[in-house]
C-alpha cells in the first residue's frame, strides 16, 4: 500500500470528482483513468462511518492538528481529491508487484487480496486487507505492502527512514490483524510488512502483535467516534507509544537528556499541583459515577456531563 503520509485516512482510491483546479485556478478536466481508481459513493458513506487501518495510524500518533482534520472529513462527509497525486498513484500501481515479490522471496501464500472486513464486536472498525497468510508461524498474519518515496525527515539519517516506517503502520498491522483474527475465528500473531522505497527492492519486515497495544487503539478509536457523536473535537486523544516488552526497556536519567530544561518545568509544576490534580481526579470520578444510566446528559451547578452512545462521558463547564 501506498505511503499515507500525503493521504492518512485514504486506502487505495481517491475521492469521486471529474474536475479540479489547475495551478492559475481554472477547472481542469480530470482524464478517465485517473477517475477510474475512485471510489464509490457506498464506500465513502462506509469510510464515513468507520475507523479504517490507515486512520488508527493518524489516531496513534497523536498529532492534533492531523486528528482534527480526520474528525472534520467524517463530520463533514468529505475526503481527500487525490485523484492526481504522483505518490498515490505510485502506490496504487506497485502494490501488487510488490506483493508478489514478497510471496516469492518469502516463500508465503498470501490470500485475501482486497478483503474488506466489519468489526463484528465493535461496529466502527473496518478494513481493506492487501493480503493475509493463513499459515505462519503455526497462526496466521496479517500482510500490507507500502510505497515510500524514502525521503528522510529534518534530523534523520538515510537509514532512519525504514524503521520510522516500520513504527509508523505498526498500528495498521494491529488494527488489520485484529480483524483478521475475527473473521477467521482464530489468533493472528503476526503482522508482515513489505516496503517498497522509490526504486529499491522491497524489504520485509515482521512484527508480533501485541493484544495489550490493540486495545489501546480501540480505546483510541473508541474516544475518537464518540466525539463525533457529541459533536466536540477529539483534542484529549493521546498519543499511544508502541509498547515495548520490558525486557527492552531501561531506566533513563532525564536530567542528562536533551530535554532536561522541559522536564524541570513540568516536574515543577507537577509537584506544585499534584493534590490539586488528584483532587481534580476523584471529583471527575465521582461525578460521572452520579450521572443516571437513563441520562444523555446531566447538568447543574456549572457544569454539564455530556453521554455518548458507548457511554463515553465527558465533563464540560458551563459558561452563562
Known amino acids: 500500500m501506498l505511503d499515507q503520509w500525503l493521504c492518512p485516512n485514504v486506502k487505495r482510491g481517491m475521492t469521486i470528482g471529474d474536475h479540479k483546479k489547475g495551478d492559475e485556478g481554472e477547472v481542469q478536466e480530470i482524464p478517465a483513468?485517473?477517475?477510474?481508481?475512485?471510489?464509490?459513493?457506498?464506500?465513502?458513506?462506509?469510510?464515513?462511518?468507520?475507523?479504517?487501518?490507515?486512520?488508527?495510524?493518524?489516531?496513534?500518533?497523536?498529532?492534533p492538528k492531523e486528528i482534527n482534520d480526520l474528525y472534520e472529513r467524517k463530520v463533514a462527509g468529505t475526503?481527500?481529491?487525490?485523484?492526481?497525486?504522483?505518490?498515490?498513484?505510485?502506490?496504487?500501481?506497485?502494490?501488487e508487484v510488490n506483493t508478489?515479490?514478497?510471496?516469492?522471496?518469502?516463500?508465503?501464500?498470501?490470500i485475501d487480496r482486497q478483503r474488506v472486513i466489519n468489526g463484528k464486536k465493535h461496529d466502527f472498525m473496518r478494513c481493506t486487507l492487501d493480503g493475509a497468510v493463513h499459515n505462519y508461524k503455526d497462526s496466521a498474519a496479517v500482510f500490507d505492502a507500502k510505497f515510500t518515496m524514502g525521503r528522510p525527515m529534518k534530523g534523520e539519517e538515510w537509514s532512519d527512514v525504514i524503521p520510522r516506517l516500520v513504527r509508523k503502520y505498526t498500528p495498521q498491522l494491529h488494527w488489520n490483524g485484529f480483524l483478521l483474527s475475527e473473521a477467521l475465528g482464530r489468533p493472528v500473531e503476526y503482522g508482515l510488512l513489505?516496503?517498497?522505497?522509490?526504486?529499491?527492492?522491497?524489504?520485509?519486515?515482521?512484527?508480533?502483535?501485541?493484544?495489550e497495544y490493540t486495545k489501546h487503539l480501540i480505546g483510541l478509536a473508541t474516544y475518537f467516534m464518540g466525539c463525533i457523536e457529541m459533536g466536540v473535537y477529539p483534542d484529549e486523544v493521546e498519543r499511544q507509544e508502541?509498547?515495548?516488552?520490558?525486557?527492552?526497556?531501561?531506566?533513563?536519567?532525564?536530567?542528562?537528556?536533551?530535554?532536561?530544561?522541559?522536564?524541570?518545568q513540568l516536574a515543577n509544576?507537577?509537584?506544585?499541583?499534584?493534590?490539586?490534580?488528584?483532587?481534580?481526579?476523584?471529583?471527575?470520578?465521582?461525578?460521572?459515577?452520579?450521572?443516571?444510566?437513563?441520562?444523555?446528559?446531566?447538568?447543574?451547578?456549572?457544569?454539564?456531563?455530556?453521554?455518548?452512545?458507548?457511554?463515553?462521558?465527558?465533563i464540560e463547564v458551563i459558561n452563562e
Open 33 to 63: 483513468f485517473f477517475r477510474s481508481f475512485s471510489l464509490s459513493q457506498k464506500s465513502l458513506d462506509e469510510r464515513r462511518r468507520t475507523i479504517g487501518g490507515s486512520e488508527i495510524n493518524t489516531l496513534a500518533a497523536g498529532d
Open 79 to 95: 475526503d481527500l481529491d487525490l485523484s492526481t497525486v504522483w505518490p498515490v498513484l505510485m502506490g496504487y500501481v506497485t502494490e
Open 194 to 211: 513489505s516496503i517498497l522505497k522509490g526504486g529499491n527492492e522491497p524489504t520485509f519486515h515482521e512484527v508480533k502483535l501485541d493484544p
Open 100 to 110: 508478489e515479490w514478497c510471496q516469492y522471496k518469502q516463500g508465503i501464500e498470501i
Open 242 to 264: 508502541i509498547i515495548l516488552p520490558p525486557e527492552d526497556r531501561l531506566p533513563v536519567d532525564m536530567t542528562q537528556s536533551n530535554n532536561d530544561a522541559r522536564w524541570e
Open 269 to 314: 509544576t507537577f509537584i506544585q499541583t499534584a493534590g490539586a490534580a488528584e483532587t481534580y481526579k476523584k471529583a471527575e470520578a465521582g461525578i460521572k459515577k452520579l450521572v443516571p444510566p437513563h441520562a444523555s446528559e446531566a447538568f447543574g451547578h456549572g457544569i454539564r456531563v455530556k453521554v455518548a452512545k458507548n457511554n463515553a462521558k465527558k
